[in-house]
């Protein structure tokens, strides 16, 4: 049987979104299974968050997500176990592609940051990793002491 590959902050994709400049504004398109590597099964936004506010603080099971900052800055942070990558997103036409099992963080850096989430699940709180520490064990790693 072969062993499935373990997810990595190295599958964490940050990228530059397709973009259509016109003179009377920019369009940016994206569509399940051509812009993403995923259906779209939910999208939702967050925004409001103060002081610069920390979100996210969790890892899902089975579910992969596109983040898009709409406005303002969004630091996020991607964490495997083993190593973490820090993402800024500054532009709607940035996106970064966070699959399951990677622990993310989001730091807000202002009122008026407005992160966009687009998801292959609906929201099942079941998906849901809230502790770092049952990540880490799920993930089958050991503290070195």
Known sequence: MARRKQINVDD???YNMRTIIETNGNLVPIESNYDLPFPIRRVFYIYGVRDEGKRGNHAHFKT???LICLN???E???KDGYRTKTFLLESPQ???IIPEMIWD???Y???DAVLLVLSNKKYDPKDYIHNYEEFKNLKNIKDEK
């Open 12 to 14: 964490v994709l940050f």
């Open 64 to 66: 992969k997500q596109l």
């Open 72 to 74: 303002g800055k969004i």
């Open 76 to 78: 996020v942070t991607c």
């Open 94 to 96: 940035q996106g970064l």
């Open 105 to 107: 963080e989001q730091i």
């Open 109 to 111: 850096r202002g009122e």
